[in-house]
Nanobody, 126 residues
Framework: QVQLVESGGGLVQAGGSLRLSCAAF????????MGWFRQAPGKERELIAS????????YYANSVKGRFTISRDNTKKMVYLEMNSLKPEDTAVYSC???????????????????WGLGTQVTVSS
C-alpha cells in the first residue's frame, strides 16, 4: 500500500488557477499509475486525469481537457494537478489515487485504483 495526502485545495474565483499536490508515502512510487478524481455533492466520482509511471503518457476527461495538467515527480514521490481557467462546475473534492498493479500505462477505471487519498476541497466561486 501507499499512503496519499493531497494538499493545495481552496477557494478560487472563476477563471483562476490552482495547483493540487499529492504526496505519496510508500515504496515503488515510480511503479504506480497515478490518477486524480473529483466528486461533487450528489454526483458520481469521476476520473479527471491519469498519468503513466514514467509521466510520458497522460489521460484527461473531456470536462477538463485543455485546462488541467497532471504531472509527477518520481524522485519526490509527488503528483500534481495544475488547474487553470477554473469554472464553478469544477467545485468538488479532489482525490489522488494510485494503481499499484495495472500493467497498462494508463488507468482510466476507478475500480483499478488501489489506494486513495482523503481528498482536498476545491471551491470555485462565480
Amino acid at each position: 500500500q501507499v499512503q496519499l495526502v493531497e494538499s493545495g485545495g481552496g477557494l478560487v474565483q472563476a477563471g483562476g488557477s490552482l495547483r493540487l499536490s499529492c504526496a505519496a508515502f510508500g515504496r515503488n512510487f515510480s511503479n504506480y499509475v497515478m490518477g486524480w478524481f473529483r466528486q461533487a455533492p450528489g454526483k458520481e466520482r469521476e476520473l479527471i486525469a491519469s498519468i503513466s509511471r514514467s509521466g510520458t503518457a497522460t489521460y484527461y476527461a473531456n470536462s477538463v481537457k485543455g485546462r488541467f495538467t497532471i504531472s509527477r515527480d518520481n524522485t519526490k514521490k509527488m503528483v500534481y494537478l495544475e488547474m487553470n481557467s477554473l469554472k464553478p462546475e469544477d467545485t468538488a473534492v479532489y482525490s489522488c489515487a494510485a494503481d499499484r498493479d495495472n500493467p497498462l500505462p494508463i488507468t482510466t477505471m476507478a475500480r483499478q485504483y488501489d489506494d486513495w487519498g482523503l481528498g482536498t476541497q476545491v471551491t470555485v466561486s462565480s
